[in-house]
């Protein structure tokens, strides 16, 4: 079986509120765990939420997204990070990100996504897109 992608969801919980709240050290983060990966960074979107001042910060990717998504009235944060092809290494952006973050525990899951038969093409490219 071939795998397309791969998706890690992490649960981070204990974090420090204040850094759960730093758009700017956050955005910071997630462009290091893109290029500690070796992704490919295409844009980025973040939007903090008040009254607690908790944030999402969504990093497009070439091979997918990274994203944040943090309740710091709950020390907890919500990452995810999914990339597709062979060039971008999911976990080396997770080990950064929990390195950054310090939470006291982590439930983290990965997804293998896109399982299917090498040999199997469903449909053949077409020529405009190639």
Known sequence: MK????????????????????LERTVKILREAVRISGATYLGEFHKVFEPWGGLSAIVALAESHI????????????????????DADPWKAYEYIISEYKPENVNVTEIKRGLIKEEKVVQEVPQNVR
């Not at 919980?13 to 709240?21: E, I, K, Q, S």
């Not at 309740?71 to 995810?80: F, I, L, N, Q, T």
Request: with cysteine; glycine share 10%; net charge negative.
């Open 3 to 22: 795998v397309l992608g791969r998706h890690i969801i992490a649960e981070l919980h204990g974090c420090d509120p204040d850094l759960l709240t730093d």
């Open 67 to 86: 994203s944040i998504h943090t309740w710091p009235e709950y020390g907890y944060a919500a990452v995810d990070i999914f990339t597709c092809g062979d």
